[in-house]
């Protein structure tokens, strides 16, 4: 089983976030909720690796309810 990579692994990581803000400027809460929602489908599906994406949906989930 892969382990779900929890350190910096972004080459850029300041100007990934920034393209991420600019991905969704201008855009309605909703349009923003859509464009999330594809984001994480396709990243998903980059990564393909089953295990990584469940241990992936429980660290996000950690402290949320």
Do not use: W
Request: charged share 25%; aromatic share 4%; glycine share 4%.
């Amino acid at each position: 089983m892969t382990a779900l990579k929890d350190t910096l692994n972004i080459a850029a990581p300041d100007e990934f976030y920034a393209e991420l803000v600019a991905l969704h400027r201008g855009l309605t809460e909703e349009q923003s909720r859509l464009v999330n929602a594809k984001l994480i489908l396709l990243l998903a599906n980059q990564l393909g690796d089953l295990d990584v994406l469940r241990q992936a949906m429980r660290t996000a989930r950690e402290g949320v309810d």
